[in-house]
């Protein structure tokens, strides 16, 4: 106990990592409320705000170090979980944690404790007490290196490199892949030459026939065509380390095979209803770290090794995958590759309850909830959808409040437009109490207290402007129709009665500068993105009665003209 006390009042757990994976085990049990307010303050980014309200720890710490902390001590100084982020970049974070400002954890400390925290909740269910049993010191540090992995390059590579047209190949690819592959390891089909030994060649024969396999050499040519996005992002990468200080080998494509086989084995147990970012999780599809992983593991440039750590992931999973409680394991697991928790070091008192603050931006996702909430951090949104997607985080405490306002006075929130979904795109039942929604034109709000709540849920509401500047709208949308309906009149249909320059000059200009008072005027980015449509609409009408007019103008000019 005298190694983690400190000065008469203070105690420093800062280095008691059991601390932190004791309190990620139940949140709720130390956390009383939890809010969290949104403000869409442009089309780009949201502003989040969080408010946690804490329990005093000295109990739950307690139970964490297997003592209690002497009477006279009244804070601690310790590793704090606070709540849980997408795994982007961080921007404008802040946080504030009894009144002081705290600062996070890197993400290799972070990294750590997530594992030490995997590896405590596998052997409570999995390993009797005892994790050691299953995890090495080898695997240990890879599944840090998969915990720490941030997915931007990967992100960026396909964001640039793919196109929907090779998004349709990718599955094509891995199928050519697995061709390829097997084509290598089999040589001629079992089934010829069952058919030639038929026919009665001569053994001699059919044994060279059976010894014909294409050569390395036509493999790793052919494998400089994979199609796939992955296979091109592994080669790309790895060319790129190998031209880095740390010289390594570029893996062949018959390496790469193997690597691939072993990780889709992964991504087909992780995958089924436990996580949605599957396409941008190091846990989900490991191979999107792995080119990284030597920087953090320096005995990790052996390809055979990549090789065998992946089958010992695979072999966990699968073990864990066969156990009752399986789905939590897998859970814990998953989510530590699309999130990050946040740490931070903090000094908070040990008998009074106490406040967190967070406050962070985050990228404003447009679009709808996807197909199995399968989502991915670069998917592309309709250019014209008013619809904004979000994921919150829903069971981290006793009561989770949710509120997201709309500062921009041009905009609304559309009344019954509103979704709340699980992870994996399934209804919230309401019925049992786990959510109540109260919605105006500027706040959208919902909580939850029940315990068998889902941890996150999917998010999507829609805007539109507000009725005065619909109202603007319609009105510039009937003067131009107008006039486009009266210069249409007068010039082509009554050719009995012309029209003069002057007539033309009144139609067009009154209506053209409000058309263009309306498009020029002061607008936030998200007021514009919401009235994106509407200006569409408005600059085609413009562009329709000018060019209306300009063909009057020259056809009057051409009649007097010639007269």
């Not at 790793?220 to 880095?244: M, N």
């Not at 997607?389 to 609304?412: C, G, K, Y």
């Not at 709340?420 to 909580?447: C, M, N, P, W």
């Not at 889902?454 to 500047?469: C, D, G, I, N």
Request: proline share 5%; with cysteine; net charge positive.
């Amino acid at each position: 106990m005298g190694d983690y006390l400190h000065d008469d009042q203070k105690c420093d757990l800062r280095r008691c990592h059991e601390v932190p994976v004791h309190l990620l085990k139940d949140l709720p049990a130390w956390r009383m409320r939890s809010t969290m307010e949104i403000r869409l303050s442009s089309e780009l980014w949201s502003e989040r705000y969080y408010r946690i309200h804490v329990r005093p720890l000295r109990d739950h710490l307690g139970k964490a170090l297997g003592f209690t902390l002497p009477e006279k001590k009244t804070h601690v100084r310790l590793i704090l979980p606070i709540v849980q982020l997408l795994k982007q970049h961080p921007v404008d974070l802040r946080v504030i944690v009894a009144d002081q400002e705290a600062y996070p954890l890197s993400g290799d400390e972070r990294a750590e404790i997530e594992v030490k925290y995997f590896r405590r909740r596998a052997s409570e269910i999995m390993c009797k007490g005892n994790p050691d049993s299953q995890m090495h010191n080898d695997f240990i540090a890879f599944l840090e290196g998969l915990f720490s992995f941030e997915p931007r390059p990967w992100t960026d590579f396909r964001e640039k490199r793919s196109s929907r047209l090779i998004e349709r190949l990718d599955d094509f690819g891995q199928s050519a892949a697995r061709f390829v592959a097997r084509l290598g390891e089999l040589g001629p089909s079992r089934l010829l030459i069952k058919q030639l030994r038929e026919l009665g060649p001569s053994d001699r024969f059919i044994k060279r026939l059976d010894k014909l396999r294409p050569s390395d050499r036509f493999i790793e040519w052919l494998g400089r065509f994979d199609p796939s996005i992955l296979g091109r992002y592994l080669e790309t990468s790895f060319a790129g380390l190998a031209e880095s200080e740390k010289k390594t080998e570029k893996p062949s494509y018959r390496e790469r095979r193997r690597w691939r086989g072993e990780a889709s084995k992964i991504g087909n147990i992780v995958t089924p209803g436990v996580f949605p970012f599957h396409r941008d999780s190091a846990t989900r599809n490991p191979l999107i770290a792995v080119p990284f992983l030597p920087q953090v593991m320096d005995n990790l440039w052996s390809h055979q090794r990549i090789f065998e750590l992946l089958g010992d992931l695979e072999k966990f999973l699968g073990q864990a995958q066969c156990h009752p409680e399986a789905k939590e394991i897998l859970s814990v697991y998953a989510k530590c590759g699309g999130y990050r928790t946040l740490f931070a070091e903090c000094l908070v008192p040990l008998d009074e309850p106490f406040e967190v603050k967070v406050e962070e931006k985050r990228i404003l996702y447009f679009g709808g909830i996807p197909k199995g909430g399968r989502f991915n951090l670069a998917q592309r949104p309709g250019a014209f959808s008013r619809q904004v997607l979000q994921i919150v985080t829903f069971n981290d405490a006793e009561s989770n409040h949710v509120n997201i306002r709309v500062p921009d006075m041009n905009i609304e929130l559309k009344k019954k437009a509103w979704t709340i979904r699980t992870e994996s795109d399934k209804e919230l039942d309401f019925d049992k109490g786990l959510a109540h929604v109260t919605q105006d034109a500027e706040l959208f709000s919902f909580y939850a207290t029940s315990k068998k709540r889902v941890e996150r849920v999917w998010l999507t509401f829609k805007m539109k402007p507000v009725k005065s500047v619909r109202a603007t709208n319609w009105t510039v949308w009937i003067l131009l129709t107008t006039a486009i309906g009266a210069l249409l009149w007068l010039g082509f249909l009554r050719r009995d009665n012309r029209i003069g320059m002057s007539q033309i000059a009144g139609l067009l200009f009154p209506a053209s500068i409000a058309a263009s008072l309306l498009l020029t005027r002061a607008n936030s980015t998200l007021a514009m993105r919401v009235n994106r449509r509407d200006h569409l609409l408005t600059s085609f009408l413009l562009l329709a009665l000018t060019g209306i007019a300009i063909a009057l103008f020259i056809f009057e000019a051409s009649s007097g003209h010639q007269k």
